[in-house]
């Protein structure tokens, strides 16, 4: 839709301005270390939404939905799938196991037409995923702990300018002729961590992925394109969290790609005025998965009591996460840092039973208070303040029927964070869920 303004310059001449009221995309971002519950709050937005569009990580990350008492566990493919009207984009700023896709592609039926993979993201290959395991296993006591899925060295060789695109399929001779090429390339390399690919089967897989995936691959920054210029309603979203970023997160215990709201355009194409609404996605308590700091772990009866009461362990690994208490210094610096319009808090139910709950309003560094999240977050001991805890939250769905004590718990995370909360989840299943 075109907006004309008539206004007068400064030297009296009428200028007319023509501006274009466009739909804009909007966005799911993790506020913490991932895990903080995106699949369902996509899952239950996608419902209004035209496109889902992933635009970073790969199947490293995955996305626990229940509907009806069914899990559904999603690696690659957009939440949005499960909105049969919804078309769902793995963008090119993901990094896709050919392997993992298909497999996962499987569980569903009639794909054609409702998902699409852009012929720009990076595949992962059976090098990358040796590579990734062995670089792993080299660091020891330093290791960073990761899954050992092939991400990090698919990013690598993308960025170094060695990756392969999942849209060279449509070439098999040219493609076969440069993995073998990288192989022998760098076969020094692949020698001394005990590496051997055997080349004889590349062709075969190869024609296996082209079978199987060619006909969902196309340009999608230019479908995107053209479907906002159609009014499509969008919606975009994240795998992993903030705390994760390489350039923004704990490095370098972090993901190899930008986790945060800027990411989208880079993974999808849109520029920054095509984005809409930005909602983060954060947990009532804390967890992560892997090394690296974490201030407000619990390594006692709470932490335990958390994890066992929250589920937590990993959708894609099933490795136990580190659990503790809600960090509002980490959440405020991620809603500033993603631009935040709202927040969605996810998992309330899991601190029913809980007699007292902390939060960390500050930290303290080498002697003095901070406010704010430093580089030596390994270094920090968190500041807590105690709220009296509650029970009988799960599966509540309107605010005002929530313990007293849960509704004065979120009133003051907002104060803390200095973001509305706009959604609050009170158990896995789509339908619980307050919207305020």
Known sequence: MLCIITEKNRYG??????????????????????????????????QNYDIVVRYQGG???????????KKYALHLIPSGILNPKAINIIGNGVVISPDALIEEMEQF???????????????????????????????????????????????SDKVGRNGFRIG?????????????????QNRPILESLNIDIETSSIRKKLEFYKE???????????????????????????AQGTMLDIDHGTYPYVTSSSTISAGACIGTGLNPKDIGTITGIVKAYATRVGNGPFPTEEFGEDGEKLREQGFEFGTTTGRPRRCGWFDAVAVKYASRLNGCDNLAL????????????????????????????????????????????????????????????????IRELEKLVETKISLISTSPDREDTIRI
């Open 346 to 409: 996810m998992k309330l139910d899991v601190l029913d039973g809980f007699e007292k709950i902390k939060v960390c309003t500050g930290y303290r560094l080498n002697g003095k208070e901070i406010d704010y999240l430093p580089n030596e977050l390994e270094k920090v001991e968190p500041i807590y303040r105690e709220f009296p805890g509650w029970d009988k939250s799960k599966g509540v769905r309107n605010f005002e029927e929530l313990p007293e004590n849960a509704k004065n718990y």
């Open 212 to 238: 199987k995936l060619e006909k969902y691959i196309i340009n999608t920054t230019h479908y995107l394109w053209k479907a906002i210029e159609e009014g499509k309603k969008i919606l975009l979203e994240g």
């Open 168 to 184: 060279k399929l449509r070439n098999l001779d040219q493609l076969e002729n440069e993995i073998i090429d990288y192989l022998q």
């Open 13 to 46: 001449y009428c200028v007319i301005m023509i501006k274009e009221n466009r739909q804009k995309a909007d966005l799911i971002v993790g506020i913490q270390w991932g895990d903080e519950g995106k699949g369902k709050i996509v899952d239950l937005l996608a």
């Open 109 to 155: 039926e009639n794909l054609e037409n409702r998902l699409f993979i852009s012929d720009s993201a990076h595949m992962i290959l059976e090098h990358h995923i040796l590579l990734d395991q062995a670089k792993e296993k080299l660091r020891g006591k330093n290791a960073i702990g990761t899954t050992g899925r092939g991400i990090g060295p698919a990013y």
């Open 59 to 69: 199947h490293n990350a995955g996305h626990t939905i229940v509907i009806d008492n």
